[in-house]
């Protein structure tokens, strides 16, 4: 499966909601703090927003709700590839999508077989904090070098001009948050990122 080059990510189904009629065509669900049941809840809505507008749908962490659904992509973080279980995502032909920041991380993914590979912060980013500094454009071309021809993914601190020498580095899609959610127009800038990516 192709993935499309802009790859927001939203914290529940009312951004999904007003973000995917303008054309985003694969989105994260990023929804935290849900106990399964409500989990379920938001996942199904994704899903059904995501058939609706021909958008690929990616769930994060909550795998569990995500194989209830019938979904077809979950992203996991290094902590949440703890507690998952990978083979019965596997055994419901879920693909998979893996955080890294180091090369231990990337190994680990490998390992997995993961159907793509996520690297951050690519640039200082505000969404969390984290213990690793900023991975640069060499980390992404040297994690292209040695993921070949599976996708990567640059994510943390992205904007449209960032996004550019990240392709340019290697990178197959870019992951946006901020740039989007903070924005004072998230709809024009969505449109914006739509435009310079595709």
Same mark, same amino acid.
């Given at each position: 499966?192709?993935?499309?080059?802009?790859? +927001?990510?939203?914290?529940?189904?009312?951004?999904?909601?007003?973000?995917?009629?303008? $054309?985003?065509?694969?989105?994260?669900?990023?929804?935290?703090? &849900?106990?399964?049941?409500?989990?379920?809840?938001?996942?199904?809505?994704?899903?059904?927003?995501?058939?609706?507008?021909?958008?690929?749908?990616?769930?994060?962490?909550?795998?569990?709700?995500?194989?209830?659904?019938?979904?077809?992509?979950?992203?996991?973080?290094?902590?949440?590839?703890?507690?998952?279980?990978? +083979?019965?995502?596997?055994?419901? $032909?879920?693909?998979?999508?893996?955080?890294?920041?180091?090369?231990? %991380?990337?190994?680990?993914?490998?390992?997995?077989?993961?159907?793509?590979?996520?690297?951050?912060?690519?640039?200082?980013?505000?969404?969390?904090?984290?213990?690793?500094?900023?991975?640069? &454009?060499?980390?992404?071309? %040297?994690?292209?070098?040695?993921? $070949?021809?599976? +996708?990567?993914?640059?994510? $943390?601190?992205?904007?449209?001009?960032?996004?550019?020498?990240?392709?340019?580095?290697?990178?197959?899609?870019?992951?946006?948050?901020?740039?989007?959610?903070?924005?004072?127009? +998230?709809?024009?800038?969505?449109?914006?990122?739509?435009?310079?990516?595709?």
């Amino acid at each position: 499966m192709t993935l499309d080059r802009f790859y +927001p990510i939203f914290e529940d189904c009312d951004w999904l909601a007003k973000m995917l009629p303008l $054309g985003v065509k694969l989105v994260q669900l990023r929804a935290k703090d &849900l106990d399964e049941s409500a989990a379920l809840s938001e996942v199904i809505a994704a899903r059904d927003l995501c058939a609706k507008h021909g958008a690929q749908l990616i769930v994060n962490d909550h795998w569990k709700a995500a194989i209830d659904a019938g979904c077809d992509y979950v992203h996991l973080g290094q902590e949440d590839l703890d507690t998952a279980d990978v +083979p019965a995502l596997r055994r419901h $032909g879920i693909r998979l999508g893996i955080s890294t920041h180091d090369r231990a %991380e990337l190994d680990r993914a490998l390992s997995l077989d993961a159907d793509y590979i996520a690297l951050g912060p690519v640039y200082p980013t505000i969404l969390k904090k984290m213990k690793w500094h900023e991975q640069g &454009l060499d980390r992404v071309r %040297e994690w292209k070098e040695l993921i $070949g021809e599976r +996708p990567l993914i640059g994510i $943390g601190g992205m904007t449209i001009e960032r996004a550019a020498l990240v392709y340019a580095a290697g990178a197959d899609v870019v992951s946006v948050v901020t740039d989007i959610t903070l924005n004072a127009d +998230p709809a024009s800038q969505t449109r914006a990122w739509i435009e310079a990516t595709r």
